[in-house]
């Protein structure tokens, strides 16, 4: 039995540099900058005292104050850019079987923002009656999926994927192979993270894993970079609706994409640090091929996971090369993290609207602050600048701490 076909026939996102898809692309195509000091919190006595923080966020306009008071930011991220798919009229929810429409949506750390805060309140008071009945559901990972499901009534497959920085990924491949197997006909699937907090950038300090650049925090995003040291913290949600494909043209459906297929591979090598040369990655990127019965020659641009680390950088460039040998110096790779920070659990989700926007528009954003190329990052990556050319097929990288990686190969669909 042949398998199903999945297309993309909705898209939403919530980013330090946009809100919705439309100004989302504009930013991207102009290579904005979403990274500056930090507003959320006192950074002063932080080492690191700059993220990529959304700005002009009003959950008012979207959703009442009693839910907003029952949603972590993170849920509040993922609920909008739902919304922005299932209430701008991608869909007439009355014409569909919604126990065939499922979620699956995912963060990488959950309502870590409900977690400090009740913490604050407990240990200012030491009263165990002081935490918000509210606290554990606010919380929890898996609560945006929950959410969007109660909101709009979606009966079908539904939970949370928590893998990291390929936790996005990971959900929208799970949501393509339900569709793929036939236990459901639409997925709302993608990621959603608000982890600018004292305690988050704490940690990633004390693991020295984030620049340091406070005299230049605009200029610290700069991957594949000869002086890069570090990730700049994100933060915002990318959802994207996945659609059988005979489902969708019946409904008379907007197709942007179609998503051949997916790769999936574990380093089994480090908690942190990536396999050497790439391997898991090469895995990963060959199996997106494979899978998707694509040759390695129609693939026109990757979406790098692009981090601004020094390992990453070194050792995606690696993996691209050893995928596509000296086909990868024609190709356009590009990172969107230079733009808008690492988003963590939700960068594969607001990538992946990226690479499918470069795929349906023909145009790659640039990597900006790529003033000074690593020699060993020799590829095209779009630096500083947009760039025109045809792309048949895409693909989107993510790769998470835990050596989980996830690869996602997109296709342009002709009229």
């Not at 009229?89 to 009355?94: F, P």
């Not at 630096?383 to 996830?406: D, L, Q, Y």
Request: aromatic fraction near 8%; charged fraction near 20%; charge should be negative.
């Amino acid at each position: 039995m042949s398998k199903r076909r999945v297309v993309v026939t909705g898209m939403g996102v919530v980013t330090p540099i946009g809100i919705g898809v439309d100004e989302f692309w504009k930013a991207l195509l102009e290579g904005k900058n979403g990274v500056n000091l930090i507003t959320k919190f006192d950074a002063s006595r932080f080492d690191t005292k700059f993220a990529a923080e959304v700005k002009n966020f009003d959950p008012e306009n979207y959703l009442d104050k009693k839910t907003i008071r029952r949603l972590d930011l993170y849920a509040q991220y993922a609920m909008v850019s739902a919304i922005e798919i299932l209430e701008n009229g991608t869909i007439d929810l009355n014409k569909i079987n919604l126990e065939r429409f499922g979620v699956i949506y995912g963060s990488g750390i959950g309502g870590i923002n409900t977690l400090q805060d009740q913490f604050e309140k407990y240990f200012h008071s030491r009263d165990p009656h002081s935490f918000s009945p509210f606290f554990v559901p606010m919380m929890i990972s898996d609560i945006a999926a929950g959410h969007i499901s109660i909101h709009f009534g979606l009966k079908g497959p539904n939970y949370a994927t928590t893998s990291a920085c390929a936790t996005a990924s990971h959900a929208i491949s799970d949501a393509f192979m339900l569709i793929q197997r036939g236990s459901a006909d639409l997925m709302i699937c993608g990621g959603s993270e608000a982890s600018i907090t004292e305690i988050s950038i704490g940690g990633f300090s004390a693991m020295k894993a984030i620049s340091t650049w406070n005299d230049r925090c605009k200029e610290a995003s700069r991957p594949f970079d000869l002086y890069r040291n570090g990730f700049v913290m994100g933060e915002g949600a990318g959802t994207l609706l996945l659609e059988e494909y005979e489902h969708a043209v019946t409904r008379g459906a907007n197709i942007y994409a179609e998503l051949k297929g997916i790769g999936l591979s574990a380093d089994a090598f480090h908690i942190t640090a990536p396999a050497p040369e790439g391997e898991g990655a090469v895995r990963a990127m060959k199996e997106a091929l494979r899978d998707s019965n694509i040759n390695a020659d129609e693939i026109d641009y990757v979406n790098a996971h692009g981090t601004s680390t020094q390992l990453n950088d070194v050792n995606e460039t690696l993996a691209i090369k050893k995928v596509f040998g000296d086909r990868a110096y024609e190709m356009l790779i590009s990172s969107t993290k230079s733009m808008t920070g690492h988003l963590l659990g939700a960068a594969g989700g607001i990538e992946a609207v990226a690479t499918i926007l470069v795929v349906q528009n023909d145009i790659v954003p640039p990597t900006i602050n790529l003033t000074n190329p690593d020699p060993l990052c020799d590829l095209n990556y779009s630096p500083n600048v947009s760039t025109k050319k045809e792309i048949r097929c895409a693909i989107s990288n993510a790769f998470g701490f835990g050596g989980h990686n996830a690869s996602l190969l997109f296709k342009k669909v002709k009229e």
